[in-house]
């Protein structure tokens, strides 16, 4: 899904650039080129500043989006979840953070899911790093509850899991 898109920049770096800030939190473009995490508008400046590109390059973007009717219907209905990570210990919640051994392999979340499951803890959150987006990809599993130790040796000895860290 996403070389496709990328292909589309190719030739514009530094709105690829903001393409990927743009993926990567959620924030929609309207019809009027305005970039909005919901109806909060977020001002070509504050992306600019993010990007580290000319506010320029953010109308050229959204620009570029609403031309096209594929990355149009994609930002347009792009949306983002509160991500429980960095909260979960405040709110008693377990953290598992998962490294695969290859992060485009299939089941990495179902082998790992039923590891939890079958000691009784409930997943409440599961997020997965996009390899095209990240270089380290991982997955991260909010659990309720704290996560015991010897479930990590447990999820280890997936073929794969190349690394695990709990909090």
């Known amino acids: 899904m996403w070389r496709p898109i990328i292909e589309k920049f190719k030739n514009h770096p530094a709105q690829e650039k903001v393409l990927r800030i743009l993926f990567e939190r959620g924030f929609q473009v309207d019809n009027e080129k305005k970039v909005k995490s919901g109806k909060i508008e977020i001002p070509h400046t504050q992306l600019a500043r993010e990007a580290n590109v000319d506010r320029r390059v953010i109308d050229a973007t959204t620009d570029t989006i609403l031309k096209d009717e594929m990355l149009k219907e994609i930002f347009q209905n792009i949306t983002s979840i509160p991500f429980l990570r960095d909260v ?80």
């Open 88 to 167: 979960a210990p405040s709110l008693e919640l377990g953290v598992i953070i998962i490294t695969p051994e290859d992060a485009a392999s299939t089941g990495i979340l179902a082998e790992v899911a039923t590891v939890i499951a079958s000691h009784g803890i409930s997943i409440r959150q599961a997020v997965s790093d996009d390899p095209y987006f990240k270089d380290e990809p991982k997955l991260t599993i909010i659990t309720d509850s704290k996560v015991p130790g010897y479930l990590v040796d447990e999820i280890l000895k997936l073929s794969t899991v190349k690394g695990v860290s709990i909090y």
